[in-house]
């Protein structure tokens, strides 16, 4: 056995499923997951100390690779002033400075711990701030584990099966109503049948979490027309996009200002960090100031921050971080595409950036969760198994983004995509 079978056997005694986040299991893809030892670079290390390509790199955080210097450092200095303070530091306002001076649309921003804090808070502050109680989400988003959230939540929620998950009441499910993603009519047919009644529409202009969907400009156009109009909170999720596709979001490429925006894993350098912020005028809805209770032992870590703060400041300083991220990706996508094509294979592969998702669908293009639904969630499996065994760590569900770094280089590019054709060979071998 090796030893992340062993630990898998351990963990599953104390840990529902072995694990503390249900996607890293496997379940969907199969086999037993990797246990890591360490990370360098473009690389992790099991416990037996087999190599793998990173491309979910932490699901997004380390867009710079593993262990990157100036990161480690930052840390390293803050542990000599001890961990934990609980009480204001000026690393938390050099932070919110930072993030308001990068992202135009926040005015004020209040750290929380995690991306789902981010957003529970975000939908809090905007049902107080517009006293109204029902939101919209798109069907195929994720936006965290939140109880209004996991209806026909994205990520790991559909990757189980499970899009409406057991626990969240009726009473909670009452007050969120889901459209399509990228279905600006059914965003109307709602607004129209639910005057008066919602506070926030919330979305990840850019998707990742039902695999790569990007929002098309009129749709997101209209999203912001449609809140204009009717006083509804415009809110853009972007916890993965955030600094992730700009160092302004994906907001600064496409131009649209949300009343607010939540954030989170590149923004802790890998450490635990979450934000919500946006216009003054509602972000002032929020304890102290205002009556929306948000509260967190952590929020703000002086140790979590500092990694966070050198993240921000080192993409700030070197804003062609995202052209070399956005180079590697096109060449991994377009020589994906190149190889499918050997084997007469036309699977739609969408990418932003240096995000990207190879769809097993028959179908040409993927708008929407429908069209991702599509995909042959098997087929991926066995591709994700064997990229795994050439050294390729893939994020083991369809329904994810795979995320690129900086430690992405030519040689990897190379290796990842002879592990591509082998698994093509070895699929169609099989008469897929
Ligand atoms: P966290 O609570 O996991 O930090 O963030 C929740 C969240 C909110 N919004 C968006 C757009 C997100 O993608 C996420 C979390 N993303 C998943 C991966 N698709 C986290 C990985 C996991 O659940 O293990």
Avoid at 80 to 103: Q, W, Y
Avoid at 146 to 171: K, N, R, Y
């Amino acid at each position: 056995m090796t030893q992340s079978e062993i630990l898998f056997e351990r963990a599953q005694t104390h840990i529902p499923g072995g694990v503390n986040s249900p996607v890293r299991a496997f379940r969907a893809v199969g086999g037993k997951p990797i246990f890591i030892k360490r990370a360098q670079g473009a690389y992790l290390y099991d416990e037996d100390e087999k190599p793998y390509i990173d491309l979910i790199n932490s699901w997004g955080p380390m867009i710079l690779g593993h262990a990157p210097a100036m990161i480690l450092e930052a840390v390293q200095q803050a542990l000599g002033d001890s961990l934990s303070f609980g009480a204001p530091t000026r690393k938390e306002v050099e932070m919110a400075e930072l993030i308001c001076e990068l992202v135009p649309s926040i005015e004020m921003v209040r750290l929380v711990n995690s991306g789902t804090e981010a957003t529970m808070s975000a939908i809090r502050t905007a049902r107080g701030y517009t006293k109204r109680a029902k939101i919209i989400k798109f069907e195929g988003c994720y936006h965290g584990h939140g109880d209004s959230f996991l209806i026909a939540a994205g990520s790991g929620a559909i990757t189980m099966g499970e899009p409406d998950s057991a626990g969240v009441t009726q009473g909670v499910a009452n007050d969120t109503l889901t459209a399509p993603f990228n279905d600006l009519e059914a965003v109307k047919t709602l607004v129209q049948a639910n005057q008066g009644q919602i506070a926030a529409i919330i979305l990840e202009p850019v998707v990742g979490n039902m695999g790569v969907v990007v929002g098309k400009d009129d749709f997101l156009q209209g999203l912001r027309q449609i809140c204009d109009a009717e006083g509804i909170v415009l809110i853009f999720d972007e916890v993965m996009t955030g600094f992730r596709l700009s160092v302004g979001g994906f907001q600064q490429i496409v131009g649209i200002k949300p009343d607010m925006t939540t954030l989170g894993k590149i923004i802790g350098g890998g450490l635990p960090v979450g934000a919500y912020g946006g216009k003054k005028e509602i972000m002032q809805s929020v304890a102290p100031v205002g009556k929306v209770y948000q509260a967190g032992t952590l929020s703000g870590n002086p140790v979590a921050v500092s990694a966070g703060l050198a993240m921000l400041r080192h993409l700030k300083q070197t804003p062609s971080v995202y052209r070399q991220i956005q180079e590697a990706t096109q060449q991994i996508t377009k020589g994906m595409q190149a190889i499918n094509q050997k084997y007469a294979l036309a699977y739609p592969i969408n990418s932003i950036g240096s995000m990207y998702t190879i769809f097993f669908s028959q179908k040409t293009e993927i708008f929407n969760f429908e069209d991702a639904k599509t995909s042959d969630t098997a087929l991926f499996a066995r591709y994700f198994q064997e990229m795994l065994k050439r050294g390729v760590y893939l994020a083991p569900s369809q329904y994810e983004s795979l995320f690129v770094s900086t430690a992405i280089e030519s040689t990897q590019i190379a290796h990842i995509l002879q592990a591509h054709e082998e698994a093509i060979q070895v699929l169609s071998g099989e008469n897929f």
